[in-house]
């Protein structure tokens, strides 16, 4: 028999002599999965002995990540803004990078509008909407998307973190009129597909080969949803709402040129960690009612 730091230590070095970036961390996750348990529960029982099964589930997940099949889609989980997530291959895997989404639309509600209702359009696995549902208890939020299959997900995740009561699903396309009776709002958050098309081809093996391609594809110039967006779904901002977008790199100034143009009455970029525009942020014509 086998403890679990044997079994731990055998996928990480098989991770590492494959390339795999994250092999420690991956290892770990992977280990934890085929047990049943937490990282934490893990790192508790590393000198403990286990059975047989769970080193084979372990060499089974190990086999799907050298095929590419990233670790979230293996587990079917992931953690978003320090909330767990359901996944599958239905929606994107939550970056970090759409934490900074987050922390700029919280910034702009908090003092200000704390019981804000707020549009997640294009939701997915509705990270960003469990995520300010959270950080935000006055607020009601609407999380929506054109595939059934991410709404699934969705509701699932809005369930599991208790936003039930907050938290509604809706399937509506983004690239058209808002459905009626969808209401007014005083924030909009939006990750849209923004990889143009040709660029698709190029993007690791394991975003391209496994992730949902119609999540990813924002046109030939990568800009499709947001002139959309813009154009359509301004009209559900009240006075002085706002609309956070994420963009790709180097896609801030055009985004930021069309909130202008679009009738709204101020627009800025925030950075990430890498100093890549990553938020741009337009607010239209008068004041959020507090």
Known sequence: MKTYNDIFLGARNILRKC??????LEARILVAQAAGKTTAQLLRDMNLYTSSDVESK??????????????AYITGSWEFYGLPMFVTPDVLIPRMDTELLVDIAKYLLIGKKMDARILDLGTGSGCIACALGHELPASK???????????????????????????ICMQADALSSPPLGVGQFD???????????????????????YEPIWALDGGEDGLKFYKAIIKYWKSVLNPGGYLVFEVGENQAEAVKEMLLSGGFSAAWTHPDTQKI?????GQMPGELQA
């Not at 372990?58 to 670790?71: F, I, S, W």
């Not at 081809?201 to 080969?209: H, K, P, Q, T």
């Open 141 to 167: 939020l609407v999380a929506v998307d054109i595939s059934a299959s991410a709404l699934d997900v969705c509701r699932r995740n809005v369930a599991a973190n208790r936003l039930s009561s907050r938290v």
């Open 58 to 71: 372990v060499l089974d997940y190990t086999a799907r990540r050298l095929r590419g099949e990233p670790v």
């Open 19 to 24: 390339g795999i970036e994250g092999y420690n």
């Open 187 to 209: 924030m909009i958050v939006s990750n849209p597909p923004y990889v143009p098309s040709a660029e698709i081809i190029s993007l690791d093996a394991s975003v391209r080969d």
């Open 277 to 281: 525009e990553r938020v741009v942020v």
